[in-house]
């Protein structure tokens, strides 16, 4: 099984930023988590609003903590006012880092073993998870939406 190393999680913050100039996207943050939440790789880019560093991280926790991309976590809570109860619910007891839009991103080896998540953070949501995708592939790891 693979790990998410140092060296990976340094690759896919790179090309995630890179693919956001190449976007012509405002100033972005990416953080890179390990399967248990802890913080690898963090880097944001000049002008990034300071709520925003928190934000990429809580995209990736969400992921983790739902075991899926936070795309799905976003059609999720479309689905009426049960499932927006039960996402309230889930804030309160993650202390508010639980957000249910596009740009958390599992990583997962060729096997499908959980290694981590990104989290991209400062533009629209798609576009943010446009970025965290182009880097998890660059550092050799598949991605299915």
Not at 48 to 52: A, C, G, I, Q, T
Not at 64 to 82: F, S
């Given at each position: 099984m693979a790990t998410l190393t140092l060296d990976l999680a340094n690759r896919i913050v790179t090309v995630a930023l890179a693919k956001a100039r190449a976007m012509g996207l405002p100033p972005v943050g990416v953080a890179v988590l390990d399967p248990g939440g802890h913080l690898v790789a963090l880097q944001r880019e000049d002008g990034?609003?300071?709520?925003?560093v928190k934000v990429c991280q809580a995209k990736a926790y969400s992921a983790?903590?739902?075991?899926?991309?936070?795309?799905?976590?976003?059609?999720?809570?479309?689905?009426?006012?049960?499932t927006?109860?039960?996402?309230?619910?889930?804030?309160?007891?993650?202390?508010?880092?639980?957000?249910?839009?596009?740009?958390g991103v599992l990583v997962r080896d060729?096997?499908?073993?959980?290694?981590?998540?990104?989290?991209?953070s400062g533009a629209r949501s798609e576009d943010d998870e446009a970025c965290a995708v182009a880097g998890i592939e660059a550092a050799g790891f598949p991605v299915t939406l």
């Open positions: 990034l609003s300071f709520l925003r983790l903590a739902m075991g899926t991309h936070t795309r799905h976590l976003a059609e999720r809570i479309a689905g009426g006012v049960h927006q109860g039960f996402f309230t619910a889930l804030n309160a007891m993650s202390g508010g880092q639980v957000i249910p839009v596009p740009g060729g096997e499908g073993h959980l290694l981590g998540a990104v989290g991209v």
